[in-house]
């Protein structure tokens, strides 16, 4: 193991503290670059942004995700490999090719607007990429196989029985969702949605490609601070800020469910 | 057993008894279309792959293989491809002999601290890949590595560990260890011991973590961003400048390509799985 952690120590954890120690010395010790992030009403505006992404995707992943779920946990053994294999699928392919599909999809001459006018619903072209909406949904699309393999694996492990009991008992349809299903899935939920939205925080591809300039979230900041205006002290600052908020999340997820979760979210 | 039966008969005459295995037809719906929003995108890049290698078109108005013709012609693509099988190829190996030595001191070790030593090489999962970025642009600037396949090297193997550290230790937890020391008593020495004994035990784990790790490596694009330089160009890195700042009319080929990766990566994950499984059941 101890090559194992020399690696790491050497290979990631100093890289990363070059960038904190980068991040407080210019040369001298100084917090200006953190006081001009939480000051300047721009990055206030793309860390709402950020969050408001992040929610949207996330939440709009764990209701596709835990549909999905609930439909696998009770479908024949041949449906439900049926939709396995495409869920691993789309998990599979590259995320550049199925950002770039949602380009070719959603744009200005793309097929749903294509579609739109084909059957006269439009006029003129929705205007659908490089807004809000195109984040999200390119976001989501990448999401729900995150969400919907854990909360499937939880649903695996919970005997069905408990919900004839509920309606024995008198419990309707409704009752036996809320009160039994529901509560039985959510540690699948918590585990798929806290890292599904650690991940919606420092996302970079999906807004850089899908979204507009009003749709730059955090980590495309840093990009352009970095490689267009050469300002690594500052960009260092933000990394840190958002490596400190990813943390932070991370530290809810292992406090509630254990990081031995994380696993579930990638498993075959 | 006719338990079904039964507790029809004693719940609510009144009440239509609701079976928990049903799928209601808006469930069906809902989920279809779900699938079919995961995968169509993609798989209509498929049809515009044999269209015209001149202009993006949907639908296409030709069927030919220019656009793939083109991409294999191409000396900048190709070696883009070579530098990406490249590097995924030596990121998979040193992070699958890294993640074995690893998941043996964590499966096997017994010692303080294992919570937060797991934690700690589990970590570079969850760390924004922008913040890599940055972190690898200073440290292999400071170095001379920007530009070069070992840079990109050293910056995936890290991120990769955790991806082929849970699959083999997830292998290594169901081993017996027993069987090392059998083979140790019979005169073999602890190298023998791993390559004839537990290696053979472990390796479908091994193999899906070397899978993961080169397909994490392969597809990788923000770190690339940052440490490529013009020298060490990957395929993801080409992509994102094509699809960013140029029209490029062959990109549906590529995603065809990366389509079919996928496909295959997919179906060797599934053998390796269904192996292990099996394995499992016979003990």
Known sequence: MTPALVALLALFAYPLSRILIRSLFDPNFTLKHYIYFFKSPLYIRVMWITFEISILSTGASLVIGYIIAYVLRRAKPTVRNVFLMCIMLSFMVSLLVRNYSWIIVLQRNGVVNLILKYFGLIDHPLRLLHCKFSVVVGMTHIFIPYIAFPIYSVMMGTDLNLEKA???LGASRWQTFWKVT??????????GGLLVFIMALGFFITPALLGGRKEQMISNL???????????????AMSIILLIVTLFIFYIYNRVLGYERLWGGVRT | MGGREDMKQAGNAKKKWHDPLHIGWPLWLVSGASIFFL???VLLLVPMSFGSAELIEFPPTKFCLDQYRKFFSHPMWQGAVLTSLQVAALTSIASTILG???SMGLVWGNFKAKGIITGFILSPMIVPLIVLGLAYYVFLAKLGLIGTKLGLVIAY??????FSVLPISATLKG?????EDAAMNLGANRLQ???????PIIRPGVLTGAIFAFMIAFDEVVIALFICGSTAVTLPKKMWDVIRYEIEPMLPAISTLLLLLAVVLLVSVGLLQRRQAKRLEAR
Do not use: C, E, H, Y
């Open chain 2, 193 to 199: 011991t791993f390559i004839k004994v537990t290696m």
């Open chain 2, 175 to 179: 081993f017996d260890r027993t069987l």
């Open chain 2, 157 to 162: 193997t890290p991120l990769t560990l955790p």
């Open chain 1, 222 to 236: 840093i990009q352009i601070q970095v490689v267009d205006l050469l300002n690594w002290p500052f960009a260092s």
């Open chain 1, 166 to 168: 509920a309606q024995n």
């Open chain 2, 100 to 102: 074995v030595l690893a």
């Open chain 1, 182 to 191: 529901f509560p039985l899935s959510l540690p699948g939920i918590g585990a």
């Open chain 2, 39 to 41: 995968l169509v995108p």
